[in-house]
């Protein structure tokens, strides 16, 4: 049985954990899809950061009280605590989904593409003469 994940109440939720777990584009791209979509599996954002990247980001966003996690089966699901931050913060969250667009998405998946080529060896660099 997975341990039980902390999730902090209404009156735990500051300020400044919300907004430093928001000033990440990978975050805020996670945020932005979870109000587009709704409730989602972990394993949905595979694509906007590497595993072990992606635990800690779900991870931020959990501790500030932006999202809710819970297991399902196997898979953990991820929505959004729009009604918690709002009833914090109000007009905080729309603010920054406003101002973040569908840039934060393609942020996040261009932070990632470039991670996965800065490791790819150069052509022309293998030590090897060529000729």
Not at 38 to 48: D, I, K, L, M, T
Not at 60 to 66: F, H, M, Q, V
């Amino acid at each position: 049985m997975p341990k039980p994940l902390r999730h902090p109440a209404l009156s735990q939720i500051a300020l400044s954990d919300v907004l430093e777990a928001l000033s990440d584009p990978i975050r805020r791209g996670i945020v932005q899809r979870l109000s587009q979509e709704g409730e989602c599996r972990c394993s949905a954002f595979h694509g906007y950061a590497s595993k072990t990247n992606l635990s800690y980001h779900l991870a931020r966003l959990r501790t500030a009280g932006i999202v809710r996690v819970r297991p399902e089966g196997t898979c953990r699901m991820l929505s959004l605590r729009s009604d918690d931050v709002e009833a914090r913060f109000p007009g905080l969250l729309q603010a920054v989904l406003a101002s973040a667009g569908v840039g934060a998405t393609r942020a996040a998946r261009r932070t990632r593409k470039s991670r996965r080529t800065s490791n790819r060896p150069r052509a022309g660099l293998t030590g090897r003469r060529q000729g």
